[in-house]
Nanobody, 121 residues
Framework: QVQLVESGGGLVQAGGSLRLSCAASGLTLSTAAMAWFRQAPGKEREFVGVIRGSSPSTSYADSVKGRFTISRDNAKNRVYLQMNSLAPEDTAVYYC??????????????WGQGTQVTVSS
């Protein structure tokens, strides 16, 4: 049974940083694309970025490019989302997902429960 558990969310001031972690079980990270999505109140779930299973290559949404970085530790079976220069518009629930890859939520079969990130101005 695949389980994804996010952690590391919280309240941070604008301009600050947070690192989210996603612990995976029942899944070998090198065999799946691992993505981060986010969802703000009243908005659709939004793609943040993805790291591919077969290589460390990554892709990001334009809104976070240059500020957010996804990395993976296969030995620990964890994926990370380093978020720098945070802005109030980054406030959302952040989800970790495992699947085929790409930017569409439908490409991911497994999801974590989400972790709240709140950026104050």
């Amino acid at each position: 049974q695949v389980q994804l558990v996010e952690s590391g969310g919280g309240l941070v001031q604008a301009g600050g940083s947070l690192r989210l972690s996603c612990a995976a079980s029942g899944l070998t990270l090198s065999t799946a694309a691992m993505a981060w999505f986010r969802q703000a109140p009243g908005k659709e779930r939004e793609f943040v970025g993805v790291i591919r299973g077969s290589s460390p290559s990554t892709s990001y949404a334009d809104s976070v490019k240059g500020r957010f970085t996804i990395s993976r530790d296969n030995a620990k079976n964890r994926v990370y989302l380093q978020m720098n220069s945070l802005a109030p518009e980054d406030t959302a629930v952040y989800y970790c997902a495992a699947g085929y890859g790409g930017s569409r939520p439908t490409a991911y079969a497994y999801w974590g429960q989400g972790t709240q990130v709140t950026v104050s101005s």
